[in-house]
């Protein structure tokens, strides 16, 4: 089955700096790729996705990369906010309707 | 719409007994997953249905676990007998068809701890 690693596990940035957070996926069937943030004790919130025939997606601070020939994904958020505090998952997925293999998570935290 | 909503938000109980958790699926919403989440583990997806149907279940960690879905605006995820091992934060997620650019929804989740 397929499988995603996430790095790094802990992220401490600037209030103002960008941040980076990368995952790599095994099985190249995968082609839905959906970013989470999980504020502490709530729920995971989608945040921004891309599918496989799309090489980047812009939404305001936040952006995505997709590289299918490394097999790699990569969240970035510019201009970071102490609310972007958070933990962020990436996942991969044969279409969205189907199971999620989820990374193992990235702490983000952005210092004021 | 109110979203995915889960039932108990929190549930304490005694190993050995039994625990039934609930989920209500938004309307419309013909895929459900149930996931659990620990720090070790990570999220797990344990198992999902398709117009009620159970589509994969492999994730079910073992014979003390069932999920139902009687209907399309109902499922549970019953553990018993219950134990330590157990607790965790499990979600329940739904998501369709007619919603494929907007990936999963998640409920708020049941924090089930076992004593």
């Known amino acids: 089955g397929e499988n995603v690693e996430q790095h790094p596990s802990t992220l401490s940035v600037q209030e103002g700096d960008s941040a980076v957070i990368k995952c790599t996926y095994s099985d190249s069937a995968s082609n839905y790729f959906p970013w989470y943030k999980q504020e502490l004790g709530k729920r995971p919130q989608l945040i921004i996705d891309i599918r496989s025939n799309v090489g980047e997606k812009k939404d305001q601070r936040i952006a995505v990369t997709l590289n299918k020939t490394a097999k790699h994904f990569s969240l970035h958020i510019t201009e970071t906010q102490p609310e972007d505090s958070a933990v962020y998952f990436c996942a991969a997925s044969m279409n969205n309707f189907n199971k999620f293999y989820f990374g193992s998570g990235t702490k983000l935290n952005v210092k004021p | 719409d109110a979203g995915v909503i889960q039932s108990p938000r929190h549930e304490v109980t005694e190993m050995g007994q039994e625990v039934t958790l609930r989920c209500k699926p938004i309307?419309?919403?013909?895929?459900l997953f149930w996931y659990r989440q620990t720090m070790m583990r990570g999220l797990e997806l344990l198992i999902y249905?398709?117009?009620?149907?159970?589509?994969?279940d492999s994730g079910m960690p073992e014979d003390r676990f069932s999920a139902k879905m009687p209907n399309a605006s109902f499922s549970t995820l019953k553990i018993q007998p219950s134990e330590p091992r157990d607790s965790a934060v499990y979600f329940c997620?739904?998501?369709?068809?007619?919603?494929?650019?907007?990936?999963?929804?998640f409920g708020s989740g049941t924090r089930l701890t076992v004593v």
């Open positions: 309307s419309g919403h013909d895929y």
């Open positions: 249905f398709n117009n009620n149907v159970p589509i994969d």
């Open positions: 997620a739904s998501t369709g068809l007619n919603y494929a650019n907007y990936g999963y929804t």
